[in-house]
């Protein structure tokens, strides 16, 4: 009898959300490739722009979820980069060991000085700060909202993970030569046909200057009376007359 084979074990999440038309199209590719053990930890809601940021001062809520395809799947009321300190660093996937985690795949592009906003590559930074190989992908296609939309690129992150981890003929695992890199993939919109191929390119530095529009609103104004006696209420006497009140902070 042959030896069992050993499948990798794959982390999907991203920061779209567990229930994104981007990650359901990629476990699918993931799943039908047939070479991979699959889990899926991720944001319960949309949690996009978050960078890296982690939630302070509260539980963390994780919820079984029924992802088509994987081994197990939960959703976790943080934002991305939560949702792989979790799976990396707690008993969620007790008994699997992950190789590799992948971050997307995320609707709309993530290049230039657009790493530091997002969530999709906050995922995959947190990974590779716990020296675990990660991939953030990305498609240039802010109008995906469809699984459909999201294949040609799902067909894409599949080669990718599979030259990473050696699963191409001819190739060999590469993760220790990417410890302590982020492999950022951007995947421009449209069908398979139309993607002329894989480029290695360097981290641009290109960044969007938004146009921010004073906007006014009335907002109703309700008067609030602090209780005589108090702190504030003795500098009202003195606001009346117009200049400002200064008074010594406390600590009560």
């Known amino acids: 009898m042959p030896p069992a084979v050993c499948r990798p074990c794959v982390l999907v999440s991203n920061d779209d959300g567990v229930n994104a038309p981007g990650l359901r199209a990629l476990v699918s590719a993931l799943h039908e490739a047939d070479c991979f053990d699959i889990v899926v930890l ?20 994780c919820t079984p979820i029924n992802v088509e395809g994987v081994l197990e799947a939960f959703a976790v009321d943080g ?33 230039g000085l657009h790493v530091i906003y997002s969530g999709t590559v906050g995922a995959a930074r947190e990974a590779t700060c716990k020296r675990v190989m990660a991939v953030a992908v990305s498609l240039d296609n802010h109008q995906a909202r469809a699984v459909g939309d999201y294949q040609a690129a799902a067909v894409y992150t599949v080669a990718v993970l599979k030259a990473i981890l050696g699963l191409l003929p001819g190739s060999t695992d590469i993760r220790q030569q990417l410890v ?30 938004p146009a921010f529009a004073e ?38």
């Open 79 to 111: 934002t991305p980069a939560d949702s792989v300190m979790l799976a990396l660093n707690s008993d969620v996937f007790k008994d699997k060991q992950i190789d590799l985690v992948v971050s997307g795949l995320n609707r709309g592009d993530n290049c």
């Open 215 to 252: 906007v006014y609103q009335q907002v109703a104004q309700v008067p609030v009376e602090d209780p005589p006696g108090s702190p504030s209420s003795a500098a009202q006497p003195i606001l009346a007359q117009d200049p400002a009140a200064i008074k010594p902070g406390t600590t009560s």
């Open 180 to 209: 302590g890199c982020t492999v950022n993939v951007n995947v421009p919109g449209g069908s398979h046909a139309s993607i002329k191929g894989l480029h290695l390119t360097h981290q641009g530095t290109a960044c969007v200057f």
């Open 42 to 61: 991720g944001p319960d809601r949309e949690r996009s722009a978050q960078s890296h940021a982690i939630s302070m001062g509260k539980p963390l809520t």
